[in-house]
């Protein structure tokens, strides 16, 4: 990754941090972006620039892509982590501002920072997009519809991105996780075996590769990532 410029969305949330010690551990230039989010976030990373935004408005996005290209005259790859949970009604007892929060952390912030950023990483030659979906997104789940639509759209959106821009080698690809060992879920689920989850450090591994040379030729791709195999 030396001489990339990386932007990190959700930077400092439960996988966006273990992705950004990754890519800033590989010797990438990491822009690391959420609301809330300052140097010692990162103590100690000389090649970590924050940038507090709010995704989910399009200025936001354009902001922060705008920042980027103006300090760094490039984009090379996009990370987006960004996005949120909430569960446990079904479809028809599922309120309005459920539905309007999933569409929002997980379908229309993806969409405004990928139409901000597209330009700029078509620019680069071998753009790399890399977003975070979810493994639910391949089959519906009862009780978790505004989530599950709203991770499902994102993996179109970011095909759809592919198919869009292969000509300017600009690969674009969806990591579905299954449960992740972070804090948040711990404190969510307390009664589960956290053994069995997956580690976010596998999620930055892929995340990292994805975005390098040697996957030039992946692009489209839905790549599930769940539990080890015994």
């Known amino acids: ?19 950004m010690q990754r890519f800033l551990s590989a010797g990438a230039m990491v ?30 996005a354009r902001s922060v892509t705008d920042a980027v290209v103006r300090q760094f005259s490039k984009l090379d790859v996009l990370v987006h982590i960004l996005g949120g949970f909430a569960g446990g009604q079904s479809i028809a007892d599922t309120d309005d501002e459920t539905w309007t929060q999933m569409q929002s952390l997980n379908l229309n912030a993806a969409f405004y920072v990928l ?16 977003a975070i979906g979810s493994l639910t997104a391949a089959q519906p789940h009862p009780g978790l519809g505004a989530y599950v639509v709203s991770k499902a759209a994102l993996a179109m959106l970011v095909q759809t991105v592919a198919a869009e821009n292969k000509d300017a080698g600009l690969t674009a690809n969806a990591i579905l996780p299954g449960t ?3 804090p948040a879920n711990r404190k969510a689920m307390p ?3 956290f053994s069995k989850w997956l580690p976010p450090g596998e999620v930055a591994e892929l995340a990292l590769w994805l ?15 769940d539990e080890k195999n015994a």
Do not use: Q
């Open 31 to 60: 822009i690391g972006v959420s609301r809330k989010i300052a140097p010692g976030d990162f103590p100690g990373a000389s090649k970590f620039v924050p940038m507090p935004a709010d995704l989910t408005k399009p200025e936001g």
């Open 211 to 225: 975005a390098g040379d040697k996957a030039g030729y992946v692009t489209g791709a839905l790549i599930p990532i």
């Open 115 to 130: 139409r901000a950023a597209i330009p700029h990483l078509r620019r680069s030659g071998s753009g790399r997009i890399v």
């Open 191 to 193: 009664g589960s075996d």
């Open 180 to 182: 992740m060992d972070t």
């Open 1 to 19: 990754m030396k001489d990339k410029i990386v932007l990190i969305t959700g930077a400092n949330g439960g996988l966006g941090t273990s992705v």
